[in-house]
């Protein structure tokens, strides 16, 4: 008898830590837009708990598996949804989509991976967008839903239509993105991450530069029985309203599989995040009659990637620095096929999840790519729990420290003086954006470094008291030294937004510093002193980004370097005469230019016209700029589809 009780208490023990660990995964999830576990962790905790709930009966309150989601923190109105939004029960075996389905015909669409967004039209007209929220009350999202890619504003329908839907952000717009963030630790994990700050920011127009699409995958009744009958007819009248569906196809028990089969083929070249699939009866009263549990309606199932895993040996992790001073690990392994390609790394994130997977150098694990793109290890079997973590930066030599935010521990190296964090901050402040000065690599300025030529930024226009040492250094010479001073008093003209861009100041990019300083009147006093909340009330520059320079500028070491620099730079106000003849007008430019060294320079000069420069094409765009007009990039499809006008260049420039 003692023993069973003991056992009953290590079981409700388990059940109470599961509780905890998918909890504080769920609040990272949807409220902070970061994630402390992989998908495929989360969904083997998540049924390990239903497990344990269905042996001892017992369900703890606030167990995830009783509840849609977390409540919702933003500034951005709330309001109860109509009904509540369950999520939906799920599998990894096609076996039990043939039998949930049975002799029934169904409908088999991507499980879209973004944020689900519910839009309600009266008379035609957009008049509210919720996002799911907790799936009971969401947020008022509708000035940054009417600026979606591909939303109708309007409809040909006069009645009240609620339709519901995942905005998405594409992975080549998310690489677009990330590329424009020269930080690399302020680029976005994913597009899941990039699209739920996109669609809930507080200023529609950062939504509308994100270029965020809306696809539609149910809606409430139309009061038209024909319309709602089945999935297909819906689907069929919201395509006729203007919406884009999901990609979706008729099944029955039969073809699921092979269905099953053409969706997992697809996934890799599909350009929307995709995490699974979805299988609703295609009969809509009938799903309906179902009725629902507590957490899931009967009239639709998830069906989740089984990913395919490759068992291999851990061989090193390499602890990685940044300029940040975060040291983040990666795990090196015997190279293995997975979905098609040779995989041998795989980031592990955090010092948490080295304890979590008990790393040990030699251990034996399994890896996989997390929906088919990203390796991530799944499993270790060995778990020795072997591996030290470092107490010393693998650049400077110097001790680390970790951090413990939230409950996840992280890895960091507080010394300012730490090499990978100077030739980072070195190479970021001559870079083309920030003091565009040339001839001076990542290599090059480690070697200054190493000599003791370069401590603070200001030292590069000091350089001249180092000429006896340099020209006789390896690789350099006379005209090496020659081309690298020329190419330093090039940069001594310059305005201060390239100045400030080129500080490194977390977050601040080349575009917001341009808002910055004007906002300030490019008065560099000003900005020093400037407080967070008259920064983030400039347009686009949020709490996050005011908050990191206010607490920049707090460090006294800091305002001596821009002091310092401000004594080797002359700052120009760039005067601008040109001809607002592009005002009103939106550009899209792709492909290779020939009369524009990059295509900033030609953004520039637009914006300099009073035009304005989009990355993607939309409603919006008033040409697209493409010297291969006759392209049948998605670009050009796009524009052909809108019937935008695609010009050269040379078009362009006769304008």
Known sequence: MEGKGSNKLNTLDRIKELNRILNEASKAYYQQDTEIMSNKEYDALYDELVELEKETGIVLSGSPTMKVGY?????????????????????????????????????????????????????????????????????????????????????????????????????????????????????????????????????????????????????????????????????????????????????????????????????????????????????????????????????????KWADEEAETVLREIEWSPSRTGLINPVAIFDPVELEGTSVSRASVHNVSIVKELKLGIGDTIKVYKANMIIPQISENITASGRLDIPDTCPACGGPTRINNENGVETLCCPNPDCPVKSTKLFAHFVSRNAMN????????????????????????????????????????????????????????STTLDRLIYGLGILNVGSSN??????????????????????????????????????AYFADEHNIYVLRELLKEVELVKEENNLEQDLAGKTFVITGTLNNFSNRDELKDLIEKRGGKVAGSVSAKTSYLINNDTMSTSSKNKKAQSLGIPIISEEEFLAM
Not at 454 to 473: F, P, S
Not at 517 to 544: R, T
């Open 437 to 492: 000065i040339e001839g001076l690599s990542e290599m090059t300025l480690d070697k200054f470094i190493e000599k003791g030529f370069l401590k603070e930024l200001y030292d590069l226009y000091r350089l001249e008291q180092y000429k006896d040492e340099i020209v006789v250094m390896d690789g350099f010479g006379e005209k090496s030294y020659e081309n690298i001073i020329s190419s330093v008093n090039k940069s001594r």
């Open 71 to 303: 409540e919702v923190l933003s500034e951005l109105p709330k309001e109860k949804h109509p009904s509540p939004m369950l999520s939906l029960d799920k599998t990894k075996e096609v076996e039990a989509l043939r039998s949930w389905l049975s002799d029934k015909e169904g409908v088999l669409s991507w499980k879209l991976d973004g944020l689900t967004v519910v839009l309600t039209y009266e008379g035609g007209e957009l008049v509210k967008a919720v996002t799911r929220g907790n799936g009971e009350i969401g947020e008022v999202i509708t000035p940054n839903a009417k600026v979606f890619a591909n939303i109708p504003g309007r409809i040909p329908f006069s009645g009240t239509l609620v339709v519901r839907g995942e905005a998405v952000i594409t992975y080549s717009d998310f690489e677009r993105i990330n590329a424009s963030i020269p930080d690399a630790e302020a680029k976005y994990k994913n597009p899941r991450n990039l699209c739920s700050g996109s669609v809930r920011q507080l200023n529609s127009k950062i939504t509308a530069e994100r270029n965020v699409n809306f696809f539609a995958f149910s809606m409430l009744d139309s009061g038209d029985e024909a319309v709602d009958a089945t999935v297909e007819t819906r689907f069929a009248f919201l395509k006729s309203l203007g919406f884009d569906v999901v990609e979706f196809k008729p099944v029955t028990a039969e073809n699921i599989a092979d269905t099953v089969k053409w969706f997992s083929e697809k996934i890799v070249t599909n350009d929307f995040p995709s995490d699974g699939l979805v299988l609703s009866y295609n009969d809509v009263a009938y799903g309906r009659s179902l009725g629902r549990t507590a957490k899931f309606p009967r009239d639709s199932i998830a069906f």
């Open 513 to 550: 510093a341009k808002l910055i300083c004007k906002y300030y009147n490019y008065d560099v006093e000003a900005l020093i002193k400037a407080d967070a909340q008259s920064l983030a009330e400039i347009e686009k520059i949020g709490e996050v980004i005011a908050d990191g320079i206010v």
